[in-house]
Nanobody, 126 residues
Framework: QLQLVESGGGLVQPGGSLRLSCAGS????????IGWFRQAPGKEREGVSC????????DYADSVKGRFTISRDNAKNTVYLQMNSLKPEDTGTYYC???????????????????WGKGTLVTVSS
């Protein structure tokens, strides 16, 4: 069974940092473009960041540029999202999702991602 499993969420004060992990279970992430998405209470799910299969190309939402960094360790079958300078508006459930695009580009349309994890909750509050 193909699964993506997120971890690393929690409660952090504004200005703090967290690192989220997205691990592949039952399949090799090397062949998948991986994206991070988040959903705040009462809001729609939004894209946060995306990384190509090779890891050479990345993309970020404007709201997180300069604060978040996506990376992948294909040997560990894991994708990471390092989140620094966290703000209360970063609060939400964070999901990772994967899609096996043929090309090596950071393309992560929410409606086009086939595999989703169950999410990990990030709360930024003092």
């Amino acid at each position: 069974q193909l699964q993506l499993v997120e971890s690393g969420g929690g409660l952090v004060q504004p200005g703090g940092s967290l690192r989220l992990s997205c691990a592949g279970s039952g399949f090799t992430l090397n062949y998948y473009t991986i994206g991070w998405f988040r959903q705040a209470p009462g809001k729609e799910r939004e894209g946060v960041s995306c990384i190509s299969k090779s890891g050479r190309s990345t993309d970020y939402a404007d709201s997180v540029k300069g604060r978040f960094t996506i990376s992948r360790d294909n040997a560990k079958n894991t994708v990471y999202l390092q989140m620094n300078s966290l703000k209360p508006e970063d609060t939400g459930t964070y999901y990772c999702a994967g899609e096996a695009w043929l090309v090596d580009v950071p393309k992560c349309p929410p409606s086009g991602m086939d595999y989703w994890g169950k999410g990990t909750l990030v709360t930024v509050s003092s």
